[in-house]
């Protein structure tokens, strides 16, 4: 079963405003890993936070982790029509290798 | 190469034959991974393979689907007897696992399968 589950499902927003994407998730993880899919083909890596971090930065992307939680946010400040995608949590166990993706995301940034 | 490698990009298949997809993982990468994925859905875990074994394939739906490394490199994944259900875009990835946890993967742009 998908460990990570993200909300909300969808989200549309105008050009410039910021996007926040949750993902919550069941068990221990090593780390927590938010990818972007355009076109419903291959994912692209985005950001990494490990489970002893609590927030990480990368341009306009923002992730926070909360483990008492089990979840973890992403910001997109400053959206562009670009940005139009799917977004993905994906979470690492604590034996490292297996990695689970939840539904995902799907963000509509209007121009 | 630079990335991963999937082929075909596209395949329909009538129901009842059999498929091959090929993975190309990205050279020193010592860890590959299938998924598959419906429209407009979540991955689905499939298998992963750490060098030539597999120690997880908890995701393989039924015993019609088996996958395979050799050397190291290539995977092939094989559907036997395919299904309409089958129907997907099966994507594999491949990730560096240094200090044993996977650091993020690079994604190929996926097989998509249609059984008609």
């Known amino acids: 079963s998908q460990q990570g589950e993200e909300d909300p499902q969808a989200l549309s927003i105008q050009e410039g405003e910021n996007a926040t994407m949750n993902c919550s998730y069941k068990?221990?993880?090593?780390?927590l890993q938010w990818y972007r899919q355009n076109s419903g083909r291959g994912l692209v890596h985005l950001i990494l936070i490990r489970s002893n971090e609590r927030e990480k930065h990368s341009g306009r992307l923002r992730v926070t982790l909360d483990t008492s939680k089990k979840s973890s946010s992403l910001l997109i400040t400053a959206s562009r029509a670009a940005d139009t995608a799917s977004y993905f949590c994906?979470?690492?166990?604590?034996?490292?290798?297996?990695?689970?993706f939840g539904a995902g995301t799907r963000l509509f940034v209007k121009a | 190469g630079a990335g991963v490698s999937q082929s075909p990009s596209n395949k329909v298949t009538e129901k009842g034959k059999d498929v091959e997809l090929r993975c190309d993982p990205i050279?020193?990468?010592?860890?590959l991974y299938w998924y598959r994925q419906s429209l407009g859905q979540g991955l689905e875990f499939l298998i992963y393979?750490?060098?030539?074994?597999?120690?997880?394939k908890s995701g393989l739906p039924s015993d019609r689907f088996s996958a395979e490394r050799t050397g190291g490199s290539v995977s092939t994944l094989t559907i036997q007897r395919t299904q309409q259900e089958d129907s997907a875009v099966y994507l594999c990835?491949?990730?560096?696992?240094?200090?044993?946890?996977?650091?993020?993967?690079?994604f190929g742009s996926g097989t998509r399968l249609t059984v008609v």
């Open positions: 068990t221990s993880i090593n780390n």
């Open positions: 050279s020193g990468h010592t860890a």
């Open positions: 990835a491949s990730s560096w696992t240094g200090q044993g946890t996977n650091y993020g993967y690079t």
């Open positions: 994906a979470t690492v166990n604590t034996g490292g290798f297996k990695t689970i």
């Open positions: 393979f750490q060098g030539n074994s597999a120690p997880d």
